[in-house]
């Protein structure tokens, strides 16, 4: 069954300010199932690292900052890593609509282990749970809009990526914003408990809409042949072996993890870019595409560490150095990195509509990924003056919102282009696989950011931002040198 009928207008016919003409409306659909499986994603993501770094008297498990930020590092680089498993079985296995229902359901039981939990048992069991059920239901999702967005030029492609992203972020606002509050007036299994909630509604949202999906939604595209299923199965606990003599024999621990993780997330996408290199399934013309989206795909790993450091540097930063009290209220600490998301919500329907005014005029997509890094680049080297300016006093609450601004702002450039390009280049037989190759940035920048986490805590404050300001706007700037042949190879 096919989403509801939509006539596609011809490009600078359709009138001003006319959403429905131009983005399907069951992209509405999966929109706000997204953003409620992101209030709790990011809902928890707000206070998870300070639910590491804190005290015991705090409700926190007060454990040291280059182990928080190494774990905080590896659990996002992981959750990501786990969406290439969703979108091969979404290929081979169980077809993307189900594969989005079985994946909400194992979140759901996460967020309630980590409210209902205590401590680091809780701490286990849930991220494990969320980690496996994002993986199961990000990438499909995605894929499902895809679908719906299939044969459209590339401006409207990217405004209704726009539009979706835009659910991500206002999920990612609203999210930090209740847990937030209620970690600061009742505690973090309150916080938890509330991410748990939200999950609920996702799958409020999404189980109705399941039977308007597009016919492709409840298909097995490339269908694993009935003798080979126990394959994956052998290899899923033979992984699970692996992992628990490494962890239980110490080769495995809190501090290494993050590097651990950055080296699979590296390996995993060097054989995917391989294997789409070398298929015969694969054409001429989308080897050429695939070719030229692997410097975009390292710029935006790059760039995703950049930003996810509100999660392990900057909320290290936050708890030494930052005062929350304003007057006798406190300010609650998931508000800051809130304050990122908030910022691209904000702007993302600014730049939706420039692109869709622009048409074939706006940056070409190589063009949108060097301004988003050097946007980011310049935040940091904004937060380079205000260390050095400060010295070791207190940093005022506000100039840390500021930056927050600027670096999450840059978002709007690089999030909804990816996703947009990974479902337009992706290889015929690799599309799901493609959109779970383009996750793998955001693995490889959760990954990097709870290495540049530890790097934070091993050197001064000045020389840290130094050297991220400077990889952002000089990567952003080479890019901006070479966007002309990757755009042509790309468009």
Same mark, same amino acid.
């Given at each position: 069954?096919?989403?509801?009928?939509?006539v596609?207008?011809?490009?600078?016919?359709?009138?001003?300010?006319?959403r429905?003409?131009?983005?399907?409306?069951g992209?509405?659909?999966?929109?706000?199932?997204e953003?409620? =499986? @992101?209030?709790?994603?990011?809902?928890l %993501? *707000?206070?998870?690292?300070f639910y590491l770094?804190y005290?015991?008297d705090k409700g #926190?498990?007060?454990?040291?900052p280059a182990?928080?930020?190494g774990i /905080?590092g590896?659990? *996002?680089?992981?959750?990501?890593?786990a969406q290439?498993?969703g979108?091969?079985?979404?290929?081979?296995?169980?077809?993307p609509?189900?594969m989005v229902?079985i994946?909400?359901i194992?979140?759901?039981a996460?967020h309630?282990?980590?409210?209902?939990l205590?401590?680091l048992t809780g701490?286990? /069991?849930g991220l494990?749970?969320?980690?496996?059920?994002?993986?199961?239901?990000k990438?499909?999702i995605?894929?499902?809009v895809?679908?719906?967005? =299939?044969?459209?030029?590339?401006? @409207?492609?990217d405004?209704?990526?726009?539009?979706f992203?835009?659910?991500?972020?206002v999920?990612?606002?609203?999210g930090?914003?209740?847990t937030?509050?209620?970690?600061?007036q009742?505690?973090? +299994?309150?916080g938890?408990g509330?991410?748990a909630?939200?999950m /609920?509604?996702?799958?409020?949202q999404y189980i109705?809409?399941?039977k308007?999906l597009?016919?492709?939604?409840?298909q /097995?595209?490339?269908?694993?042949? @009935?003798? &080979? &299923?126990f394959?994956p199965?052998?290899w899923?606990?033979?992984?699970?072996v692996?992992i628990? $003599?490494a962890w239980?024999t110490?080769?495995? +621990?809190?501090?290494?993890?993050?590097?651990i993780?950055?080296?699979?997330a590296?390996?995993?996408?060097?054989?995917y870019f391989?294997?789409?290199?070398t298929?015969? !399934?694969?054409?001429a013309?989308?080897?050429?595409r695939?070719?030229?989206?692997?410097?975009?795909?390292?710029?935006? #790993?790059?760039?995703f560490g950049?930003?996810?450091q !509100?999660?392990t540097?900057?909320?290290?930063?936050v708890t030494?150095?930052?005062?929350? +009290?304003i007057g006798?209220?406190?300010?609650?600490?998931?508000? $800051?990195?809130?304050v990122?998301?908030?910022?691209?919500v904000?702007?993302?329907?600014?730049?939706?509509?420039?692109?869709?005014?622009l048409?074939?005029?706006?940056?070409k997509?190589a063009t949108?990924?060097?301004?988003?890094l050097? %946007?980011?680049?310049c935040?940091?080297?904004y937060?380079?003056?205000i260390?050095?300016?400060?010295?070791?006093?207190?940093i005022?609450?506000?100039?840390?919102?500021?930056f927050?601004?600027l670096?999450g702002s840059?978002e709007?450039f690089?999030g909804?282009i990816?996703l947009?390009?990974a479902? !337009?280049?992706g290889? !015929?037989?690799?599309?799901?696989?493609m959109?779970?190759?383009?996750?793998?940035?955001?693995a490889?920048?959760s990954s990097?950011?709870g290495?540049?986490? %530890?790097?934070?805590?091993?050197?001064?404050?000045g020389?840290y931002f130094?050297?991220?300001?400077?990889?952002?706007i000089?990567l952003g #700037?080479?890019?901006?040198?070479l966007r002309r042949?990757?755009n042509?190879i790309?468009?």
């Amino acid at each position: 069954m096919t989403t509801a009928p939509y006539v596609q207008t011809p490009p600078g016919d359709a009138p001003h300010g006319s959403r429905r003409e131009h983005i399907p409306k069951g992209i509405w659909q999966m929109a706000f199932t997204e953003l409620w =499986e @992101r209030f709790s994603f990011y809902g928890l %993501q *707000g206070i998870l690292s300070f639910y590491l770094l804190y005290s015991l008297d705090k409700g #926190g498990l007060e454990i040291a900052p280059a182990a928080a930020a190494g774990i /905080v590092g590896a659990y *996002g680089g992981s959750v990501y890593l786990a969406q290439l498993l969703g979108a091969w079985a979404g290929d081979r296995l169980i077809s993307p609509k189900r594969m989005v229902l079985i994946g909400g359901i194992v979140i759901t039981a996460g967020h309630i282990a980590l409210a209902a939990l205590p401590g680091l048992t809780g701490l286990g /069991v849930g991220l494990v749970l969320i980690i496996v059920g994002t993986g199961a239901l990000k990438t499909n999702i995605t894929t499902i809009v895809g679908y719906m967005l =299939e044969g459209e030029e590339t401006s @409207r492609r990217d405004a209704g990526f726009s539009y979706f992203y835009m659910a991500i972020n206002v999920g990612a606002v609203v999210g930090p914003l209740l847990t937030g509050l209620a970690q600061n007036q009742l505690g973090f +299994h309150y916080g938890f408990g509330l991410a748990a909630i939200g999950m /609920v509604a996702a799958l409020v949202q999404y189980i109705p809409s399941m039977k308007r999906l597009p016919e492709r939604a409840g298909q /097995v595209d490339n269908p694993l042949p @009935r003798e &080979r &299923r126990f394959v994956p199965l052998a290899w899923i606990a033979a992984a699970i072996v692996v992992i628990a $003599i490494a962890w239980f024999t110490g080769l495995l +621990h809190a501090e290494n993890l993050s590097s651990i993780v950055t080296v699979i997330a590296l390996i995993a996408a060097g054989a995917y870019f391989a294997v789409m290199l070398t298929s015969r !399934k694969v054409t001429a013309f989308e080897k050429r595409r695939v070719a030229a989206f692997l410097p975009l795909f390292l710029l935006s #790993g790059i760039y995703f560490g950049l930003l996810f450091q !509100k999660f392990t540097a900057i909320s290290i930063l936050v708890t030494e150095r930052i005062d929350l +009290h304003i007057g006798s209220w406190t300010f609650p600490v998931a508000w $800051i990195t809130m304050v990122s998301p908030l910022s691209a919500v904000l702007i993302t329907p600014l730049i939706a509509r420039l692109w869709q005014r622009l048409g074939k005029r706006q940056p070409k997509p190589a063009t949108k990924y060097a301004i988003g890094l050097m %946007q980011i680049g310049c935040a940091y080297a904004y937060l380079l003056l205000i260390s050095s300016v400060t010295g070791d006093a207190t940093i005022p609450l506000l100039l840390i919102l500021l930056f927050m601004c600027l670096a999450g702002s840059s978002e709007v450039f690089v999030g909804p282009i990816g996703l947009a390009l990974a479902t !337009k280049i992706g290889p !015929k037989s690799f599309e799901a696989q493609m959109v779970g190759l383009n996750f793998l940035s955001l693995a490889l920048g959760s990954s990097l950011s709870g290495l540049l986490g %530890q790097l934070f805590t091993a050197i001064p404050n000045g020389t840290y931002f130094t050297i991220v300001a400077a990889a952002g706007i000089v990567l952003g #700037g080479l890019l901006l040198l070479l966007r002309r042949p990757l755009n042509r190879i790309i468009e």
